[in-house]
Protein backbone atom coordinates (compact mmCIF):
# COMPACT_ATOMS: atom_id res chain seq x y z
CA UNK A 1 0.00 0.00 0.00
CA UNK A 2 1.58 3.15 -1.15
CA UNK A 3 2.61 5.58 2.27
CA UNK A 4 1.99 8.58 -0.52
CA UNK A 5 -1.07 10.97 0.48
CA UNK A 6 -2.06 13.91 -1.82
CA UNK A 7 -4.55 16.91 -1.48
CA UNK A 8 -4.50 17.34 -4.76
CA UNK A 9 -3.67 14.45 -7.83
CA UNK A 10 -1.47 16.57 -9.82
CA UNK A 11 1.21 16.17 -6.66
CA UNK A 12 0.95 12.55 -6.40
CA UNK A 13 3.35 11.20 -9.43
CA UNK A 14 6.04 13.63 -8.77
CA UNK A 15 6.71 13.36 -4.81
CA UNK A 16 6.12 9.10 -5.45
CA UNK A 17 8.70 9.62 -8.13
CA UNK A 18 10.90 11.36 -5.52
CA UNK A 19 10.47 9.26 -2.77
CA UNK A 20 11.11 6.52 -4.23
CA UNK A 21 14.56 7.85 -5.85
CA UNK A 22 15.73 9.60 -3.05
CA UNK A 23 15.27 6.66 -0.59
CA UNK A 24 13.45 9.27 1.84
CA UNK A 25 11.69 8.27 4.80
CA UNK A 26 9.05 11.12 5.24
CA UNK A 27 8.35 14.00 3.13
CA UNK A 28 5.56 17.14 3.20
CA UNK A 29 4.95 19.32 0.67
CA UNK A 30 3.19 22.28 2.39
CA UNK A 31 2.23 26.23 1.74
CA UNK A 32 4.67 28.81 3.78
CA UNK A 33 1.76 29.20 5.68
CA UNK A 34 1.73 25.61 6.50
CA UNK A 35 -1.44 24.20 4.61
CA UNK A 36 -0.01 20.90 4.31
CA UNK A 37 -1.05 19.57 0.37
CA UNK A 38 0.98 16.40 0.33
CA UNK A 39 2.88 13.91 2.50
CA UNK A 40 4.61 10.33 2.20
CA UNK A 41 5.58 8.30 5.40
CA UNK A 42 3.63 10.33 8.39
CA UNK A 43 0.64 7.68 9.88
CA UNK A 44 -0.86 10.09 12.13
CA UNK A 45 -2.23 13.43 11.26
CA UNK A 46 -0.82 14.75 15.05
CA UNK A 47 2.95 14.40 13.78
CA UNK A 48 1.82 16.02 10.24
CA UNK A 49 0.30 19.07 11.87
CA UNK A 50 3.35 19.16 13.89
CA UNK A 51 5.75 19.10 11.59
CA UNK A 52 3.97 21.50 8.89
CA UNK A 53 3.86 23.99 11.88
CA UNK A 54 7.35 23.84 12.49
CA UNK A 55 8.62 23.63 9.13
CA UNK A 56 6.46 26.60 8.84
CA UNK A 57 7.99 28.50 11.37
CA UNK A 58 11.28 27.79 10.57
CA UNK A 59 11.02 28.85 6.94
CA UNK A 60 9.33 31.97 8.55
CA UNK A 61 12.35 32.67 10.56
CA UNK A 62 14.93 31.66 8.56
CA UNK A 63 13.08 34.09 5.66
CA UNK A 64 13.21 36.81 8.55
CA UNK A 65 16.99 35.92 9.35
CA UNK A 66 17.88 36.31 5.67
CA UNK A 67 16.06 39.72 5.37
CA UNK A 68 17.73 41.55 8.48
CA UNK A 69 21.22 40.26 7.40
CA UNK A 70 19.95 41.61 3.63
CA UNK A 71 21.62 38.65 1.87
CA UNK A 72 18.08 37.71 0.26
CA UNK A 73 15.84 34.66 0.98
CA UNK A 74 17.81 31.34 2.52
CA UNK A 75 17.43 28.64 -0.41
CA UNK A 76 17.42 25.42 1.55
CA UNK A 77 17.99 24.27 5.30
CA UNK A 78 19.54 21.06 6.29
CA UNK A 79 20.71 19.50 9.45
CA UNK A 80 21.92 16.20 10.06
CA UNK A 81 21.74 13.88 13.34
CA UNK A 82 23.24 10.64 13.96
CA UNK A 83 19.93 8.48 12.58
CA UNK A 84 18.27 11.13 10.33
CA UNK A 85 18.69 14.28 8.44
CA UNK A 86 16.56 16.97 7.79
CA UNK A 87 16.55 19.04 4.18
CA UNK A 88 13.47 22.38 4.39
CA UNK A 89 14.07 24.00 1.16
CA UNK A 90 11.60 26.70 -0.38
CA UNK A 91 10.83 26.55 -3.77
CA UNK A 92 8.57 27.95 -6.70
CA UNK A 93 5.79 26.27 -8.09
CA UNK A 94 3.11 27.40 -10.65
CA UNK A 95 0.58 27.43 -7.99
CA UNK A 96 3.23 29.68 -5.81
CA UNK A 97 5.79 29.90 -3.42
CA UNK A 98 5.71 26.08 -1.63
CA UNK A 99 7.66 24.13 1.11
CA UNK A 100 8.84 20.71 0.99
CA UNK A 101 10.72 18.79 4.32
CA UNK A 102 12.37 15.89 3.81
CA UNK A 103 13.57 13.23 6.56
CA UNK A 104 15.98 10.82 5.66
CA UNK A 105 17.65 7.94 7.36
CA UNK A 106 21.49 6.41 6.68
CA UNK A 107 20.33 5.03 3.73
CA UNK A 108 20.06 8.42 1.53
CA UNK A 109 22.24 11.40 2.06
CA UNK A 110 21.74 15.07 1.66
CA UNK A 111 23.25 14.88 -1.53
CA UNK A 112 20.89 12.37 -3.20
CA UNK A 113 17.88 14.59 -1.55
CA UNK A 114 19.03 17.50 -3.15
CA UNK A 115 19.86 16.04 -6.39
CA UNK A 116 15.99 14.28 -6.41
CA UNK A 117 14.76 17.31 -5.03
CA UNK A 118 15.71 19.03 -8.19
CA UNK A 119 13.61 16.72 -10.26
CA UNK A 120 11.05 16.84 -7.79
CA UNK A 121 10.55 21.09 -8.21
CA UNK A 122 10.58 20.51 -12.19
CA UNK A 123 8.44 17.59 -12.40
CA UNK A 124 5.83 19.51 -9.86
CA UNK A 125 5.92 22.74 -12.27
CA UNK A 126 5.48 19.98 -15.09
CA UNK A 127 2.55 18.82 -13.39
CA UNK A 128 0.86 21.20 -11.86
CA UNK A 129 -2.69 22.23 -13.54
CA UNK A 130 -2.83 26.12 -14.25
CA UNK A 131 -3.87 28.26 -10.99
CA UNK A 132 -7.80 28.59 -9.69
CA UNK A 133 -8.50 32.69 -9.34
CA UNK A 134 -7.78 33.57 -5.82
CA UNK A 135 -10.46 34.39 -3.42
CA UNK A 136 -9.54 36.32 -0.10
CA UNK A 137 -8.62 33.78 2.73
CA UNK A 138 -11.02 34.02 5.83
CA UNK A 139 -9.94 32.58 9.45
CA UNK A 140 -12.54 30.15 9.09
CA UNK A 141 -11.83 28.98 5.48
CA UNK A 142 -8.53 27.93 6.54
CA UNK A 143 -9.57 26.06 9.45
CA UNK A 144 -12.07 24.25 7.42
CA UNK A 145 -9.60 23.69 4.29
CA UNK A 146 -6.75 22.46 7.01
CA UNK A 147 -9.70 20.01 8.19
CA UNK A 148 -10.18 18.48 4.49
CA UNK A 149 -6.46 18.40 3.65
CA UNK A 150 -5.77 17.27 7.20
CA UNK A 151 -8.68 14.25 6.58
CA UNK A 152 -7.60 13.75 3.22
CA UNK A 153 -4.32 13.01 4.05
CA UNK A 154 -5.86 10.27 6.31
CA UNK A 155 -8.60 8.31 5.36
CA UNK B 1 45.82 21.76 0.88
CA UNK B 2 43.83 23.32 -1.52
CA UNK B 3 45.66 24.35 -3.99
CA UNK B 4 47.90 20.89 -3.66
CA UNK B 5 44.69 19.41 -4.45
CA UNK B 6 43.25 20.77 -6.96
CA UNK B 7 46.58 20.51 -9.26
CA UNK B 8 46.01 16.81 -7.90
CA UNK B 9 42.18 16.98 -9.84
CA UNK B 10 43.76 18.72 -13.13
CA UNK B 11 46.53 15.91 -13.45
CA UNK B 12 43.56 13.45 -13.55
CA UNK B 13 42.01 15.11 -15.95
CA UNK B 14 44.76 15.27 -18.11
CA UNK B 15 45.19 10.78 -18.80
CA UNK B 16 43.49 11.15 -21.94
CA UNK B 17 39.85 9.99 -21.87
CA UNK B 18 39.06 11.43 -18.73
CA UNK B 19 36.10 13.50 -18.34
CA UNK B 20 36.20 14.70 -14.80
CA UNK B 21 37.92 13.95 -11.50
CA UNK B 22 35.58 14.80 -8.03
CA UNK B 23 36.33 14.89 -4.82
CA UNK B 24 33.03 13.65 -2.85
CA UNK B 25 32.02 13.51 1.00
CA UNK B 26 31.05 9.71 1.35
CA UNK B 27 28.42 10.24 4.00
CA UNK B 28 26.74 13.28 2.71
CA UNK B 29 27.44 12.59 -1.19
CA UNK B 30 28.53 16.31 -1.62
CA UNK B 31 31.08 17.38 -3.74
CA UNK B 32 34.28 19.01 -1.99
CA UNK B 33 36.27 19.71 -5.23
CA UNK B 34 35.87 18.73 -8.80
CA UNK B 35 37.86 19.60 -12.24
CA UNK B 36 34.71 17.95 -14.51
CA UNK B 37 34.18 18.79 -18.36
CA UNK B 38 31.23 20.56 -19.63
CA UNK B 39 28.34 17.91 -19.82
CA UNK B 40 29.26 16.25 -16.55
CA UNK B 41 26.98 16.76 -14.21
CA UNK B 42 29.01 17.03 -10.44
CA UNK B 43 25.87 16.69 -7.85
CA UNK B 44 24.52 14.03 -9.64
CA UNK B 45 27.89 11.53 -9.81
CA UNK B 46 28.87 12.83 -6.74
CA UNK B 47 25.43 11.72 -4.59
CA UNK B 48 25.08 8.79 -7.14
CA UNK B 49 28.99 7.44 -6.66
CA UNK B 50 28.75 7.70 -3.10
CA UNK B 51 25.09 5.74 -2.86
CA UNK B 52 26.65 3.23 -5.03
CA UNK B 53 30.24 2.66 -3.29
CA UNK B 54 28.13 3.06 0.46
CA UNK B 55 25.70 -0.19 -0.97
CA UNK B 56 28.92 -1.71 -2.01
CA UNK B 57 30.62 -1.01 1.28
CA UNK B 58 27.52 -3.09 2.90
CA UNK B 59 28.21 -5.79 0.34
CA UNK B 60 31.82 -6.04 0.86
CA UNK B 61 31.48 -6.01 4.65
CA UNK B 62 29.18 -8.60 4.82
CA UNK B 63 31.09 -11.01 2.60
CA UNK B 64 33.98 -10.52 5.13
CA UNK B 65 36.54 -8.82 2.59
CA UNK B 66 36.37 -5.69 4.28
CA UNK B 67 35.72 -1.84 3.27
CA UNK B 68 36.00 -1.34 -1.12
CA UNK B 69 39.40 0.07 -1.99
CA UNK B 70 39.39 0.96 -5.60
CA UNK B 71 36.19 0.53 -7.90
CA UNK B 72 36.28 0.35 -11.88
CA UNK B 73 32.79 0.05 -13.19
CA UNK B 74 32.43 -0.26 -16.62
CA UNK B 75 28.95 0.60 -18.05
CA UNK B 76 28.18 1.14 -22.49
CA UNK B 77 29.85 4.95 -23.20
CA UNK B 78 32.31 4.96 -20.38
CA UNK B 79 33.25 4.11 -16.84
CA UNK B 80 33.25 5.11 -13.59
CA UNK B 81 36.45 4.73 -10.91
CA UNK B 82 36.24 5.12 -7.46
CA UNK B 83 39.02 5.26 -5.08
CA UNK B 84 38.40 5.28 -1.12
CA UNK B 85 40.93 8.16 0.12
CA UNK B 86 41.22 9.25 4.02
CA UNK B 87 38.34 8.28 6.00
CA UNK B 88 34.89 9.08 4.12
CA UNK B 89 36.16 11.03 1.33
CA UNK B 90 35.87 9.17 -2.11
CA UNK B 91 37.70 10.31 -5.38
CA UNK B 92 35.10 9.78 -8.24
CA UNK B 93 36.67 9.97 -12.31
CA UNK B 94 34.04 9.78 -14.92
CA UNK B 95 36.06 8.78 -18.10
CA UNK B 96 35.37 7.33 -21.51
CA UNK B 97 35.43 4.14 -22.92
CA UNK B 98 38.41 2.49 -23.57
CA UNK B 99 40.58 4.52 -20.87
CA UNK B 100 44.20 3.80 -19.16
CA UNK B 101 42.51 1.89 -16.30
CA UNK B 102 46.02 1.80 -14.69
CA UNK B 103 47.29 5.43 -15.60
CA UNK B 104 44.08 6.70 -14.01
CA UNK B 105 44.25 4.54 -10.66
CA UNK B 106 47.75 5.68 -10.23
CA UNK B 107 46.95 9.26 -10.67
CA UNK B 108 43.96 8.52 -8.31
CA UNK B 109 46.59 7.58 -6.17
CA UNK B 110 48.54 10.60 -6.30
CA UNK B 111 45.64 12.63 -5.95
CA UNK B 112 44.83 11.04 -2.99
CA UNK B 113 48.02 11.28 -1.39
CA UNK B 114 47.41 15.13 -1.29
CA UNK B 115 43.88 14.49 0.66
CA UNK B 116 45.25 12.41 3.71
Known sequence: MSRTRVVEPWLAGPLEHFVSESGARLTLILTPAGQVLAQHGFTRAVDVMSAAALASGIAASTGELARLLEGGAFRALSHESQRHGVFLSRFASPRGPLLALVVYGYESSIGLVQLFFEELVTDLAAAAPAAPPRAPVLAADFERELNESLATLFR | ?116
Open chain 2, 1 to 116: MTERLHEALDRVTRVRGVRGVLLVGLDDGLVVADAVMEGVRANAVAALAASLVQRLARATATSGIGQPGFLHLEAERGALLTLAVRERLMLVTVAEPGVNVGLVRLELLRAGAEVR
